[in-house]
C-alpha cells in the first residue's frame, strides 16, 4: 500500500494539500491554475469564475487532467469539458460534487 491509494482525490475531489501554479485567465478573467495533488500527486486543471457585480456569481470547477499537459488559458474550457472526473464546488455542502453538467465560463 502506498499513500497514492489511500487519496480520495478521485472519488471525493481533490483534498486541502495541493500545490497551486497560475496558467492565467480566460478571455472572461475566470483564473485557470494546474493543481498538484501533495499526497499522491495527480495534477488537476482548476477553473475559478467570479463576477463581481454579481454576488454569489463565484464558481470554481476542476477536472483530473492525468498525465495531459496543462493547457493555455483560451483552452481551458474545452479541455474542462472532456475531463473525468470532474468536479464542481458545492458552497452549501462545502465540499466537492461530481460535475457531469455544463462547465460554464463567465456568466
Ligand atoms: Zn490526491
Same mark, same amino acid.
Given at each position: 500500500?502506498?499513500?497514492?491509494?489511500?487519496? +480520495?482525490?478521485?472519488?471525493?475531489?481533490?483534498?486541502?494539500?495541493?500545490?497551486?501554479?497560475?496558467?492565467?485567465?480566460?478571455?472572461?478573467?475566470?483564473? *485557470?491554475?494546474?493543481?498538484?495533488?501533495?499526497?499522491?500527486?495527480?495534477?488537476?486543471?482548476?477553473?475559478f469564475?467570479?463576477?463581481?457585480a454579481?454576488?454569489?456569481?463565484?464558481?470554481?470547477?476542476?477536472?483530473?487532467?492525468?498525465?495531459?499537459?496543462?493547457?493555455?488559458?483560451?483552452? $481551458?474550457i $474545452?479541455?474542462?469539458?472532456?475531463?473525468?472526473?470532474?468536479?464542481?464546488?458545492?458552497? +452549501? +455542502?462545502?465540499?466537492? *460534487?461530481?460535475?457531469?453538467? $455544463? *462547465?460554464?465560463?463567465?456568466?
Open positions: 500500500m502506498t499513500g497514492e491509494s489511500n487519496c +480520495k482525490c478521485l472519488t471525493d475531489g481533490p483534498q486541502r494539500d495541493w500545490s497551486t501554479e497560475d496558467l492565467g485567465e480566460t478571455k472572461s478573467y475566470g483564473e *485557470v491554475c494546474l493543481r498538484t495533488c501533495s499526497i499522491c500527486g495527480s495534477r488537476w486543471l482548476s477553473y469564475y467570479e463576477h463581481e454579481f454576488t454569489a456569481s463565484d464558481r470554481s470547477y476542476i477536472g483530473y487532467l492525468g498525465s495531459l499537459s496543462a493547457p493555455n488559458p483560451d483552452d $481551458a $474545452a479541455l474542462m469539458r472532456m475531463l473525468e472526473p470532474r468536479f464542481i464546488w458545492d458552497k +452549501k +455542502k462545502v465540499r466537492w *460534487v461530481k460535475n457531469s453538467g $455544463a *462547465v460554464i465560463d463567465g456568466l
